[in-house]
């Protein structure tokens, strides 16, 4: 079974500057999607960025970047010119790629708040 | 398109009752989920359906019942509840349909219960 943790349980920026959330994952697959996924205070989830296991290169979604290091097993998310909108949850989350039907992993998430 | 939409948004339940947590989805997607958010916590799967007819245990389905006679439907039925049961509920879908990104989840608003 795969295992996804977060090992920051808060984090706080000040706006404009850049910050960076760690995630670390467990699994034997070597095809496999992985997430950050945002909560703000409304409880909706939304997805920030994906990385897929196959490709070398890093995802990069406007201000928001990952460090993907498959040796490692490490996937973390960092956020530049954060925003006082950044305020939320983070969530990592894994999918194999093939045999999951496409369930979602999660970790316990990391409370990231900017302050102004 | 609505996309995921979950009602009610909120309830309280006393201990014993039952009820029934709706999810719909107007993207004609074939694979649906059923996830809840404890405090502090990430996403834990219940139940999950690859289509209409066909449904499966998640990570933590005791206490819970899920049916899916229709595409656009997955209600999540809660039939004794039970103070352990106190949590966010979150809908969510996804498509295998050709060129459709089949790892992407689409999630709902989340329904939070409270049971007393």
């Known amino acids: 079974a795969q295992t996804v943790t977060q090992s920051q349980p808060e984090m706080s920026v000040q706006e404009a500057e850049t910050v960076t959330l760690s995630c670390t994952y467990d699994?034997?697959?070597?095809?496999?999607?992985l997430f950050w996924y945002k909560q703000p205070p409304s409880r909706q989830m939304i997805l920030v960025i994906r990385?897929?296991?196959?490709?070398?290169q890093n995802a990069t979604e406007n201000r928001f970047s990952v460090n993907f290091q498959k040796a490692a097993k490490s996937f973390s998310l960092k956020i530049s010119d954060s925003q006082l909108g950044d305020t939320a949850m983070y969530f990592c989350?894994?999918?194999?790629?093939?045999?999951?039907?496409?369930?979602?992993?999660f970790g316990k998430g990391t409370l990231l708040t900017v302050n102004p | 398109n609505a996309g995921v939409t979950q009602t009610p948004k909120f309830r309280i339940l006393k201990i014993g009752q039952s009820m029934t947590l709706q999810c719909t989805q107007d993207?004609?997607?074939?694979?649906m989920y059923w996830y809840r958010q404890d405090p502090g916590m990430g996403l834990k799967l219940i139940y999950y359906?690859?289509?209409?007819?066909?449904?499966d245990k998640g990570e933590v389905p005791n206490g819970y019942n899920v049916s899916r006679s229709t595409t656009e439907d997955f209600p999540l039925r809660l039939e004794l509840a039970a103070p352990s049961q106190t949590s966010v509920y979150f809908c969510?879908?996804?498509?295998?349909?050709?060129?459709?990104?089949?790892?992407?989840?689409?999630f709902g608003p989340g329904t939070r219960l409270t049971v007393l």
């Open positions: 969510a879908s996804t498509t295998t349909r050709t060129g459709a990104s089949t790892d992407t989840q689409y």
């Open positions: 699994t034997s697959e070597n095809n496999y999607y």
């Open positions: 990385q897929e296991a196959y490709k070398q």
């Open positions: 989350a894994f999918m194999k790629h093939l045999g999951s039907n496409y369930k979602l992993t």
């Open positions: 993207m004609n997607h074939n694979y």
């Open positions: 359906s690859v289509g209409a007819g066909i449904t």
